[in-house]
């Protein structure tokens, strides 16, 4: 392979567009060549698209044929690091690269020239007539120095209108520039707020700033209980590698707790890090991508996709919560932003820290093989103990029907509110009710396209179906036999329990969280810090309240269902009904006073709510661990989910069963194929989906044997594949 960096004016290139075509086209270099790397625009047909210089050209094409590049765009080259990340990351995944490019280049407009604003510094004329508000903007002006603001800064700083800041710049008594928006981040110092550390984190600490100022690769389970202050260890490796110059990407599962995230980045290291999430802007995407290309942004926050920015020197990757399902993307491009964190830091010789008071079995596991080194927390910071977590059996209460909080936590939530403390009652199910049944035919409301119950929500006023989004107003008769007034709710929702909890607890304040009730990022977050300020009684929650946020008046978790989780014949269903437990009674007595976790349950000796009861984490895993490897499963084997679908339900079936009979390629490494079943949800959006399953020995190279065995059947008409490496979610 040629490894020259630059190519004149007139050779060949090889650049990779984003388009789906399944090769890389040849382009001749424009006038003044072009950088290996280069991201570029180049003609394709009648448009223009976005492409990287990838290498020298084939030449396998008429060379008078060939178009030469339009342009070079205005950004810093794609490293040989990045370029060497997506084609391992796309193997790994079996995706083509055209997609995984499309990943790296997720900010709009990158070939434009940045779009220009005004800012202001001081000038030097006087004004004619000195007011207040005049004063305070020169003022704030000389404060600053030789500094610039724009107009919405220097308006807040000065509490003046912005016309009092054109009227100063229009008599010369303040500057006014045009300057380029994509600018630099402030920057972060790494000594500016540190805490005194306790013992063990400061050993934790010192052992993970070793491993950055090492340069070198490596991983390292960051394991320590809800509030065990695992976030300030980590900020002292994040402090490590921007001392060293070097960026750091904190990846987060949920754009809820960024915020909470950034004031204390704020506080450790003097100002705010960069942002890369779905809540972000377009321009500040484009500012985020083009200074984490140059340099001028030292710590990215974000969530998973932030791992494909082009960061100019990747020092750290933090995954929070690492085990959370929500690392794992499982539309596009199926891939776990926890591997591939992993992956990237193993060519750019960074480091990894997973953090977890939960952590994978995965994790788990490669810690135990010594392919992780392992730090452990093991208590919480200051005063605070986890709580005490006990059963309750459901089976010795006596609840009428439609009711779900028994007689005994009843008083236990009562006896919180009367001393002033919080109680959280936690139910994983979004709406009012899971099922709405027609009394007199039987008949149960499902979504017209999928295989999946529509779930009452309330608040709408809707039914909705959770798999495709399809929402219709509740109906007043049955849609099957007309009946009226027959429809009923049955089970319970989080929307529900909150309508019993208010019947239950009259004087009590309520606040219900679920993703589905808050229309922005910024209104769940005003909710939250409600809520730990002492803003309600009884918080009444799903799984997003299982992550991270500090509520420190909580003293009393309720679990309404500990079995709901059990049930269904998911491979991960055990660990995770242990992860979500612990991490939930994890919010109760954070602050000086001792926790209790309460957990409502028909089994009390399953072995996995005596696992959680007991606190025996390293007991659970091992039994865990013991089994998987029994059976063969991940991690001590390899699974590959394949997802058939089309609207046609025999074509489906047809081909998976012609897939299963052709299974050499599988064979040969030794793996099988378990399948064709309707997959668990078997109608999504009006498609029909089938579901086969490759099983395979650890060291098996299982992606070449997928992508041979694959390639032997041709996709006609609706058809689709879709092959899921290390599948999380069996639907
Ligand atoms: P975790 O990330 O393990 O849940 P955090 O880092 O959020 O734990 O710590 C829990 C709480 O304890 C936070 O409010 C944090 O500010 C506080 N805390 C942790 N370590 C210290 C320390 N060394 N000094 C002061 N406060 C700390
Ligand atoms: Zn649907």
């Known amino acids: ?91 790994y995944t079996l995706t083509p690269l055209t ?102 984190q400061a050993a934790a600490a010192q052992s993970l700033r070793e ?9 390292v389970l960051l394991k320590g209980v809800t509030g065990s202050g695992k976030t300030e260890v980590y900020l002292e490796a994040v402090a490590e590698c921007l001392a060293q110059g070097r960026q750091a990407l904190v990846l987060l599962p949920e754009i809820a707790l960024t915020s909470e995230f950034l004031t204390r980045v704020e506080a450790r290291f003097g100002a705010k890090p960069a942002e890369w999430h779905s809540g972000v802007t377009v321009t500040e995407r484009r500012r985020v991508w083009k200074q984490v290309a140059q340099g001028g942004a030292q710590l990215v926050v974000g969530a998973r996709s932030a791992l494909f920015l ?54 788990w596991a490669n810690a135990d093989a010594g392919k992780y080194q392992r730090l452990d927390l093991v208590s919480r910071f200051g005063a605070s103990v986890m709580p005490e977590m006990r059963s309750l059996d459901m089976r ?26 919080q109680a959280m009652l936690f139910l994983n199910r979004r709406g009012y009710a899971p099922v709405t049944i027609c009394r007199a035919c039987g008949h149960q409301i499902g979504c017209p396209h999928c295989d999946a119950r529509m779930v009452e929500h309330r608040f709408l006023q809707r039914l909705v179906c959770h798999q495709c989004g399809e929402t219709v107003p509740k109906p007043e008769v049955c849609p099957s036999c007309e009946a009226e007034d027959k429809l009923a709710a049955v089970g319970p929702g989080v929307e529900r329990l909150a309508e019993e909890a ?45 992550k991270g946020h500090n509520f420190p008046l909580l003293t009393l978790v309720g679990v309404i269902d500990a079995d709901l989780g059990l049930q269904g014949s998911d491979l991960r269903a055990a660990e995770r009904t242990f992860q979500l437990m612990r991490q939930v009674a994890g919010r109760a007595g954070r602050a000086e006073k001792p926790g209790v976790a309460l957990l409502q349950t028909y089994q009390p000796e399953h072995p996995v709510i005596r696992a959680i009861l007991s606190g025996d984490e390293e007991g659970f895993w091992q039994a865990e661990a013991e089994e998987r490897r029994a059976a063969g ?99």
């Open 1 to 91: 392979m040629d490894d020259r960096s630059h190519f004149a004016a007139g050779e060949l290139v090889s650049v990779l567009t984003a388009q789906p075509l399944d090769r890389f086209l040849d382009y001749q270099a424009p006038e003044g060549g072009v950088f290996l790397g280069a991201y570029v625009q180049v003609p394709l047909g009648p448009r223009q698209v976005l492409g990287v210089v990838w290498g020298p050209g084939k030449g396998d094409f008429d060379y008078a044929k060939v178009r030469p590049v339009t342009r070079v765009l205005d950004v810093a080259p794609m490293r040989a690091e990045l370029r060497s990340f997506l084609e391992r990351a796309g193997e």
């Open 633 to 731: 499963m991940p991690p001590y084997g390899r699974l590959a989910g394949v997802i058939l679908s089309s609207t046609e339900a025999q074509e489906v079936f047809d081909l998976g069963n012609a897939m299963a009979r052709q299974d050499a390629p599988l064979r040969r490494i030794g793996a099988q194929v378990y399948g064709p079943a309707p997959a668990p949800i078997a109608k999504v959006r009006g498609r029909h989906r089938v579901r086969l399953l490759v099983k395979a020995p650890k060291g098996a190279a299982l992606q070449p044997a997928l992508a041979d065995w694959a390639a032997q059947f041709r996709l006609r008409g609706e058809l689709r594949m879709a092959i899921d490496i290390d599948p999380q979610n069996f639907f």
């Open 310 to 363: 082009p960061f100019r020197d990747l020092g750290l990757t933090v995954v929070d919560e690492e085990h959370d399902t929500s690392y794992k993307q499982d539309e596009g491009v199926l891939y776990n932003a926890r591997d591939m964190a992993v992956l990237r830091a193993s060519i750019c010789a960074g480091r990894v820290v997973l953090a977890s008071a939960t952590p994978s079995l995965e994790s």
């Open 99 to 200: 997609a995984m490019l499309r990943l790296a280049t997720r900010a709009p407009g990158l070939g434009e020239a940045p779009s220009m604003r005004k800012i202001y510094r001081l000038g030097n004329a006087e004004p004619e007539r000195m007011t207040d508000a005049r004063r305070r903007v020169l003022e704030v002006l000389s404060e600053m120095g030789g500094l610039s603001l724009t107009q919405g800064e220097l308006a807040d700083a000065a509490g003046v209108t912005p016309s009092v800041i054109k009227g100063l710049a229009k008599m010369g008594a303040v500057r006014e520039e045009e300057a380029p928006r994509d600018t630099a981040f402030p920057r972060l110092d790494p000594d500016y707020g540190g805490k005194q550390l306790a013992e063990d």
């Open 502 to 546: 208010a019947e239950l607890f009259p004087q009590a304040r309520l606040a219900v969280l679920s993703s589905d009730l808050f229309g922005s990022a910024r209104a769940l977050k005003e909710e939250i810090e409600k809520i730990a300020s002492g803003g309600a009684d009884i918080v009444i929650g799903t799984q997003l309240v299982a």
């Open 211 to 219: 491993g950055v100022a090492s340069g070198r690769y490596g991983t």
């Open 396 to 421: 010795a209460e006596t609840l009428p029907s439609n009711r779900w909080v028994s007689p005994s936590l009843q008083s236990e939530v009562l006896a919180r509110i009367e001393r002033g403390e």
